[in-house]
């Protein structure tokens, strides 16, 4: 048994049992991925995969409990080697954050600079996804750190922090007849055609509910996945916009009123997550202070790496 076994056997899963796929990802022949696991299933004396001809259909019951096995060795043989960067070179390396175009344009500007500054010589990536991709970045490994509102909490295989709570607001036109209201109501959004987020981005699916509670449907004219595309066209007067209420800024948003709407919709939480069993060079740990002050080291460790079994003397 050796790794090149166990990194084919984990992309042919990945790669929904497509030998070629599998192959052209680890740059190796697809004859040379079928003796892999011919080799492993020989040494091992069971199959592993259900097959029909050539063809691999699936795992079978001693492949699946395998495969979990698996996941678990390379991500422990890829912590062993941050362990040694860790401390051969603690202050250089890279890191990759995937995150939302919210997060990356209006929350994490602050938080990169001071980073940096802090530790120069990282190779910092923002690999701006969907939250589902960001699921997926997180557990295949590809990213360190994911940050966004939807589709990462409670999925297993990640330990996720609240980062901070935002709301919806309201943007209009400077001469729009909602800025002579009041109080500003649901009722009298809903009247005019609304520009907001796509589905699955940045409380999208809140947004559905509070109207749906409400007894209403509003019209979606136009659906982005960021808040400079919405803003751009509330501004030409196509519509009415409701965006992350930090993605609004009075002092570049000259031709827009951001209207008091927090009565309107409920808070939303953006969270941080981390996959489980990740060792995170020392560096990562800065970053989520930098996010946070809450989020220690001690903190996350504990949330991420699972405990020592108890020494057998």
Not at 10 to 32: H, K, M, Y
Not at 84 to 99: I, P
Not at 245 to 262: C, E, M, Q, T, V
Request: with cysteine; aromatic share 8%.
């Amino acid at each position: 048994m050796n790794f090149q076994q166990l990194r084919i056997i984990r992309e042919t899963v990945r790669r929904n049992f497509n030998l070629t796929d599998a192959a052209n990802a680890l740059f190796t022949s697809q004859s040379g991925v079928s003796k892999h696991i011919k080799d492993l299933e020989d040494e091992l004396g069971v199959e592993l995969f259900i097959r029909r001809g050539k063809r691999l259909l699936g795992l079978t019951e001693p492949g699946k409990e395998l495969v979990v096995i698996v996941e678990r060795m390379l991500l422990d043989a890829k912590n062993i080697k941050r362990l040694a960067e860790q401390f051969s070179s603690h202050d250089e390396g890279s890191m990759t954050v995937a995150t939302t175009h919210t997060q990356a344009r209006y929350v994490l500007p602050s938080v990169v600079t001071r980073f940096k500054l802090e530790f120069p010589r990282v190779h910092l990536v923002l690999h701006q996804a969907s939250p589902t991709e960001i699921v997926t970045l997180l557990k295949s490994g590809e990213a360190d750190i994911g940050i966004a509102t939807e589709a990462i909490e409670g999925v297993a295989g990640l330990a996720t922090f609240p980062y901070y709570n935002w709301h919806h607001s309201v943007i209009v036109p400077q001469d729009h007849p909602l800025t002579k209201l009041k109080e500003l109501t649901l009722e009298a959004v809903a009247e005019y055609p609304i520009i907001t987020y796509h589905e699955g981005f940045t409380g999208r699916a809140s947004l559905d509910a509070t109207f749906a509670k409400a007894g209403l449907a509003p019209d979606i004219v136009m659906a982005a996945l960021d808040a400079d595309v919405i803003k751009t066209y509330v501004e030409l007067g196509l519509g009415i916009g409701i965006v992350a209420s930090i993605a609004f800024n009075p002092a570049k948003d000259l031709g827009l009123r951001l209207l008091d709407s927090a009565h309107l919709f409920n808070p939303s939480t953006t969270r941080i997550a981390i996959r489980t069993g990740q060792y995170l060079r020392g560096y990562a740990y800065r970053f989520l202070e930098f996010c946070s002050p809450i989020l220690t080291e001690a903190t996350v460790r504990n949330a991420v790496l699972p405990a020592r079994e108890p020494e057998i003397e």
